[in-house]
């Protein structure tokens, strides 16, 4: 059994010595670097950009037709 171990280091200072501390707004957890003092969540997402939500407004168009 082949187990894989994710390091998460910060954006900041590319440290290791991080400890979870609580959650944001929207429910993710957020994390607290010992090393710069730096918070922020591990794995951000991705926005959608301009041209992406000008794509999905275009398709939802197009299919409310049919």
């Known amino acids: ?36 003092g730096a918070y922020g969540v591990l794995e951000r997402t991705e926005r959608a950009t301009e041209e992406k939500k000008e794509l999905i407004i275009k398709e939802a168009i197009v299919f409310s037709d049919y």
Do not use: F, W
């Open 1 to 36: 059994m082949i187990i894989e171990t994710k390091v998460y280091t910060c954006r900041k200072c590319q440290s290791e010595d991080l400890v979870k501390k609580g959650t944001n707004a929207s429910g993710s957890s957020q994390y607290h670097c010992k090393a710069c």
